[in-house]
């Protein structure tokens, strides 16, 4: 199998002409590509000295624009994305090149305790992942790590959902899980990046949240609209209660909230059958 790895690079040049050395030092063999995403300093000219391949986008697209630049470009049967800032260790990825040989489609490195920025980011990293894990029935790790390898063919079939932005990581593990695809993890521990980070815990904190729900609502509908359609069913039901005990009346307020509940669940098992269409050529 031909490996390629892609590093997406917004001004990183005091890390990735490292970071590209380093990969050439454990993958001889393999195409590097630098997305340079509109860089205004010497990361360019850094990663070319490293030997890496750079692809430079006019100005700034985002990380997941980056990365769905390389995923186009890579000729590699397996391709490696990981960031270009001195935070993942090459040295890990025959571990995960060596997962995918056993069988998985996407294998993740799951960060381990201590890896994180911060105590907030990685709070909110737990949340995501239990959150995730709930949607899609399965045991989801570490839902926004950027390190990880994948089968090239079929990481191209959901290009058209990634985002531009930094949540990549997200939407691309929960639609391998909606496919079926076998996603795998490792355990890696990312060191302090170089430089100056490019997110920001609240911006980009409800940017991932809101991409959880958006996929969740594309992949498993229910699991959004059953749960409001049972609470307005159960306020209403609460309502009618009290106020028959107390008046001796049935309220529009009642009939609204149980006429709104069933119209929510409805809407769910539409949404569950265009689902379903949309993943009948892939069955």
Avoid at 42 to 63: C, E, F, L, R
Avoid at 255 to 268: C, E, I, R, T
């Amino acid at each position: 199998m031909k490996f390629s790895v892609v590093l997406p690079a917004k001004n990183e040049s005091s890390a990735v002409g490292s970071t590209v050395a380093r990969v050439r030092a454990v993958l001889p063999d393999a195409e590097i590509l630098v997305i340079d995403d509109g860089s205004t300093d010497g990361t360019a000219m850094q990663a070319q000295m490293a030997g890496a391949n750079v692809i430079k986008h006019p100005y700034s697209k985002g990380n997941g624009a980056a990365i769905k630049t390389g995923a186009r470009l890579a000729t590699g049967d397996c391709i490696v994305f990981m960031d270009a800032d001195g935070q993942h260790d090459p040295a890990d990825i025959p571990r995960l090149l060596r997962e995918l040989k056993n069988g998985h489609d996407m294998v993740v490195g799951a960060r381990q305790k201590g890896s994180q920025a911060s105590m907030g980011r990685g709070l909110a990293n737990g949340l995501y992942n239990r959150l995730a894990s709930w949607m899609t029935g399965h045991a989801v790790q570490d839902l926004t790590s950027g390190y990880r390898a994948v089968r090239a063919e079929k990481f191209r079939e959901f290009l058209y959902l990634l985002p531009n932005g930094f949540s990549y990581p997200t939407t691309s593990t929960m639609a391998f899980f909606r496919a079926g695809y076998s996603v795998g993890y490792i355990p890696i521990h990312a060191a302090k990046r170089l430089g100056k980070s490019h997110i920001r815990l609240l911006r980009d904190g409800a940017r991932f949240l809101l991409i959880i729900f958006k996929i969740g609502t594309l992949y498993s509908p229910l699991k959004i609209f059953a749960p409001i359609a049972f609470t307005m069913f159960g306020l209403a039901s609460t309502w009618y209660g009290w106020t028959w005990w107390h008046e001796g009346r049935f309220t529009n307020m009642s009939a609204l909230l149980y006429s709104g509940s069933v119209m929510v669940f409805l809407m769910g098992l539409i949404s569950e059958q265009i689902t379903a269409l949309m993943y009948k050529g892939d069955s």
